[in-house]
C-alpha cells in the first residue's frame, strides 16, 4: 500500500517535471501551455491577494443553498413517497418527464426568470440534485428488509416510532448516498451557471480569464477548483462519519 | 419485486393537473407569460420547429457529437481501465493522478480545451470524452480489481491464452461494473455537449436554447429544452435495452447512480 | 411475489400451555415460518383462528415477541448491542431511567458482558443472535417464538446457544415456541413436539419429551431414548418427503 502510494508520487512528480521542462524549452506554446511553476505562483499569488477566496466564496455560498434546498424538499418528499404508494404512484409520471432534462439546459429558462443573480443559480443547482436526493431516499425507504420491519411490528410499535425509529435510521445509509451523488453534480452545476451567466464565482473567474488571455490565472483557478472538490469530498466524509459512525464503520469492516 | 405493470392512471393525472396549471397560470399573467409561455404555445412552438426543419441541425449536432464524445470515452476508457485494473504496477503509477484529477468538475476543462482547440466540434468532442472518461475508467478499474483470484486461476488451469482469459473472463466478470460506469458517462457526455455548445457555439441543441433565451423566444426555449430531455430519455431508453440484451445473466442489478 | 395462491397450512389445531417449550419440526418448506408468522401476527391467515391467552390475533399481539434467524438483519445495525437490548424495553415502555441496568443485567445474562457498547455487526453470529434473544427478552414476552433461531450458526455455537436459551427459558418461565428442521434440537430443548407434515402443513404427531431438566449436550443426548424418539421423528418426516 505504501509502496504504491510513493510509485504514484514519483510518476505524478515526474509528469509535473516533463510538463514544466516542455514549456521551459518552448517544446509547447508556453502561452497556452505555461510552466507548472508559473501556475503554482500564479495560484499562490491570487491565493493570497485574496481574489480566488473571494471566488470561492461566491461559488460556495450558493453551491450551499441549493444544496441544502433540494436535500430539505427532497429528502422528505422521498421518504412520504417510499412509505405511502399512493403518493409515489401520483408523482411518478412527473418525475419521470422532469428527470430526463439535462440540468444545464435549465440555466437559460432559469436565466429567464431570475436573471443572473444568484437565486438562478441556486434553482439550477437546487434541480440538478433534485433526482438523485429523491429517488435514492424513495429506494432506501422502499428497500428496507421486510425481516426489520416485521422485527419492528413484533414489538408493538406504533406506525410513527417504527418510521422515526426503524425507517429513518435503516434509510439514512442510501439518503448519505444520495447526497454523495450529488456533490460533484452541485459543483459541475455551479461552475457551469457561473460560466454561462454571472460576473463572479470561480467558473466565471476561469472562462474570463481564459477570454482576457490570462492562461496562468485559468490554470491557477482550476487548481483551485481541484482542491475545492477534493476538499468537499474530505468534508463530505467527515460528515458522514460523524453522523452515521455505524454505517461508516459498518463499511470499512466489509472493505 | 414484480409489480404489475398496469398503467399508471394517477401519476399521468397529476401529471396533467400539472400542465393544466401551469396553461392556466400562464395565461392569467401577462408577465409570467414572457418567462413561462402557456403550454400550448411551447407544444405549437416545438411542432412548428420540426415542420420547419429548423431545429433539424441543431438536433443532428448534437447527436453526432453526443456519440463521437461518447463513444471514444468508452473505447479509450475500457482500454486504459482494463490495463490499470489487470497490472498493479500501472495502476500503482497512476492511482494519485486519478484522485486528483476526478473531483475537479470536469466541466472547467472547457476554457483550456477552447485555448488548445479553438471553438468548434473538436473542442466540444474532445470536453465531452474527457468529461465521461472518468466514470467510466474508474468503475473499469473497480470491476477488474474485484475479479476472484480465482476466476483467472480457473482459467489458467484450463489452459486458456492471455488473450482468452482477457475476452472470455476478465472482460465478462467486469462488465457489471463498466455497464454502471457507461451509464453514469451517458449523462454526464449530455451535460458536456450541452454545456460546450452553450459557452462556445454556433450549432447545436445548447446553443439553440441559449440562444432563444437572449432574444427572448421562450416558448422556442422551452421547446429546445422539451427536445433535449427527449434525447436524453431516448438515449437512456436504448442504453436500458441494449443492456438487457447483452447482460441477460445479471438482470436487475442496477442500482441507480443518480443524474 | 407470484400471483398463485399456495395453502401453506392445512388444519392444524394445537395448543400450548404456559411456560411450556413447544417445538414443531417438519420438512423444508412445510409451513412453518408461514405458521409462525400468523402467530406473531404478521401475517392473516385465510381462515382459523389463532388466540393468544385466550383473545384473536389480528396484528401483532402486546405480550408476544418474534426472533427470526436471519439476525444480522434483524438487529438495528445503528445501535449498539445495549441499544438494540434498550429498544426491547423502551417498547414495552419502561422508563429510561430503570431500564439500562436492567438492559445491562439481560445482556450480561446471556454473556455478553463487555459487549455493550459494540455495534451488533462487529460481533460473530452466535453473539449477534444472543443480542436479538436478550432484545426479545427485554420486551418481557408471555410467548416467544423463534423462527430457526440458530439455523444459521455453526454446531458448535449452536450447542452453546441452545444450553444459553434453556437457562433463561428456565429463569425467566416463558412460552416458547420453537421451529427448527433439525430433529435432535427439537428433542433436546422441548417439553412437547409436533411432528409437520408436507404443505398443506398439518400435525402428524405429537411426542412429549420428558428427559429430566436440566439438560445435558453429553449425557441427555446419549440417552438411548433420544435415538428412538430421533429416529421415529426421522422415518415420519423422510416417508413425508418421499410420498
Known amino acids: 500500500m505504501r509502496e504504491s502510494k510513493l510509485n504514484g508520487m514519483f510518476f505524478l512528480l515526474a509528469l509535473l517535471l516533463v510538463w514544466e521542462l516542455a514549456a521551459r524549452a518552448e517544446w509547447v506554446n508556453p502561452l497556452i501551455v505555461p510552466a507548472v511553476s508559473k501556475i503554482v505562483g500564479t495560484f499562490s499569488e491570487l491565493l493570497w491577494s485574496g481574489q480566488i477566496p473571494l471566488q470561492i466564496l461566491a461559488s460556495l455560498k450558493r453551491a450551499a443553498v441549493g444544496y441544502a434546498l433540494a436535500a430539505a424538499v427532497f429528502i422528505p418528499l422521498g421518504i412520504f413517497m417510499g412509505l405511502f404508494d399512493n403518493i409515489r404512484r401520483a408523482l411518478e409520471v412527473t418525475v419521470e418527464m422532469l428527470r430526463p432534462i439535462p440540468p444545464p439546459v435549465v440555466i437559460p429558462a432559469a436565466m429567464l426568470f431570475f436573471g443572473l443573480e444568484d437565486e438562478m443559480k441556486i434553482f439550477v443547482i437546487f434541480f440538478s440534485c433534485a433526482w438523485p436526493i429523491l429517488l435514492n431516499t424513495l429506494d432506501g425507504v422502499k428497500n428496507i428488509d421486510r425481516v426489520l420491519l416485521h422485527t419492528a411490528s413484533t414489538f408493538g410499535l406504533p406506525q410513527r416510532k417504527i418510521i422515526w425509529q426503524v425507517i429513518l435510521p435503516a434509510s439514512s445509509p442510501q439518503i448519505m448516498t444520495g447526497l454523495r451523488v450529488s456533490l460533484p453534480i452541485v459543483l459541475i452545476l455551479v461552475v457551469i451557471s457561473e460560466m454561462v451567466g454571472s460576473t463572479d464565482g470561480i467558473g466565471y473567474f476561469i472562462l474570463d480569464a481564459q477570454r482576457r488571455f490570462r492562461v496562468a490565472q485559468m490554470y491557477a483557478g482550476m487548481l483551485a477548483l481541484a482542491i475545492l472538490g477534493y476538499v468537499l469530498n474530505q468534508l463530505f466524509n467527515l460528515a458522514h462519519r460523524s453522523l452515521l459512525p455505524w454505517h461508516w464503520g459498518m463499511t470499512k469492516r466489509m472493505e | ?259 | 411475489m407470484g400471483g398463485e395462491t399456495t395453502v401453506a397450512i392445512g388444519n392444524i389445531s394445537c395448543q400450548v400451555d404456559a411456560g411450556e417449550f413447544v417445538s414443531f419440526v417438519g420438512p423444508s418448506g412445510c409451513g412453518k415460518t408461514t405458521l409462525l408468522m400468523s402467530i406473531a401476527g404478521l401475517i392473516a391467515p385465510t381462515a382459523g383462528k389463532i388466540l393468544v391467552k385466550g383473545r384473536a390475533v389480528n396484528g401483532p399481539p402486546p405480550n408476544l415477541v418474534l426472533v427470526f434467524q436471519e439476525f444480522n438483519k434483524s438487529l438495528f445495525a445503528w445501535r449498539s448491542v445495549l441499544g438494540n437490548v434498550l429498544f426491547g424495553l423502551d417498547a414495552r415502555g419502561k422508563k429510561v431511567r430503570e431500564s439500562e441496568g436492567k438492559a445491562k443485567a439481560l445482556i450480561e445474562l446471556v454473556g455478553l458482558k463487555g459487549f455493550e457498547s459494540h455495534y451488533p455487526w462487529e460481533l460473530s453470529g452466535g453473539m449477534q443472535q444472543r443480542v436479538a434473544i436478550a432484545r426479545a427478552l427485554a420486551y418481557e414476552p408471555e410467548v416467544l417464538l423463534m423462527d430457526e433461531p440458530f439455523g444459521s450458526l455453526d454446531a458448535l455455537t449452536r450447542l452453546e446457544l441452545e444450553d444459553t436459551l434453556l437457562r433463561l427459558w428456565e429463569e425467566l418461565a416463558t412460552t416458547i415456541l420453537f421451529i427448527t428442521h433439525d430433529i435432535e434440537e427439537a428433542i433436546y430443548l422441548s417439553d412437547r413436539i409436533w411432528v409437520l407434515s408436507r404443505r398443506p402443513s398439518e400435525i402428524i404427531e405429537e411426542l412429549w419429551i420428558d428427559f429430566p431438566r436440566p439438560r445435558h449436550q453429553v449425557t441427555t443426548r446419549a440417552e438411548g431414548r433420544f435415538m428412538e424418539i430421533r429416529n421415529q421423528i426421522y422415518k415420519q418426516i423422510s416417508n413425508e418427503n418421499t410420498a
Not at chain 2, 466540444?124 to 473497480?142: G, K
Open chain 2, 1 to 259: 419485486m414484480n409489480e404489475p405493470s398496469k398503467f399508471n392512471w394517477t401519476g399521468w393525472l397529476v401529471f396533467g393537473l400539472f400542465l393544466l396549471l401551469w396553461e392556466c397560470g400562464s395565461r392569467a399573467s401577462p408577465k409570467l407569460q414572457l418567462y413561462i409561455p402557456p403550454v400550448s404555445q411551447i407544444v405549437v412552438a416545438l411542432s412548428h420547429l420540426i415542420v420547419s426543419g429548423q431545429v433539424t441541425t441543431h438536433l443532428l449536432t448534437t447527436m453526432r457529437r453526443f456519440l463521437e464524445g461518447y463513444l471514444l470515452a468508452a473505447a479509450i476508457a475500457v482500454t486504459v481501465g482494463v490495463a490499470l485494473g489487470y497490472f498493479r504496477f500501472a495502476h500503482s503509477l497512476t492511482e494519485m493522478l486519478i484522485e486528483f484529477l476526478r473531483p475537479m468538475p470536469s466541466v472547467a476543462i472547457i476554457p483550456v480545451a477552447i485555448l488548445l482547440l479553438g471553438i468548434g466540434d473538436g473542442m466540444i468532442v474532445a470536453v465531452t470524452v474527457y468529461a465521461s472518461t472518468w466514470p467510466i475508467l474508474v468503475n473499469t478499474i473497480d470491476g477488474v480489481r474485484h475479479i476472484e483470484r480465482t476466476l483467472i486461476d480457473t482459467g489458467r488451469t484450463f489452459g486458456l491464452a492471455r488473450r482468452r482469459i482477457l475476452w472470455q473472463i476478465v472482460l465478462p466478470a467486469a462488465s457489471p461494473y463498466i455497464v454502471t460506469g457507461l451509464r453514469v458517462s451517458l449523462s454526464i457526455a449530455l451535460i458536456l455537449v450541452t454545456t460546450a455548445e452553450m459557452i462556445a457555439g454556433n450549432k447545436g441543441l445548447g446553443f439553440f436554447i441559449l440562444d432563444e433565451e437572449r432574444s427572448l423566444q421562450s416558448s422556442n426555449m422551452y421547446a429546445g429544452i422539451i427536445l433535449v430531455a427527449a434525447l436524453g430519455y431516448v438515449l437512456n431508453r436504448l442504453f436500458v435495452v441494449l443492456q438487457e440484451k447483452a447482460m441477460k445473466w445479471r438482470r436487475g442489478m442496477v442500482a441507480r447512480e443518480g443524474l
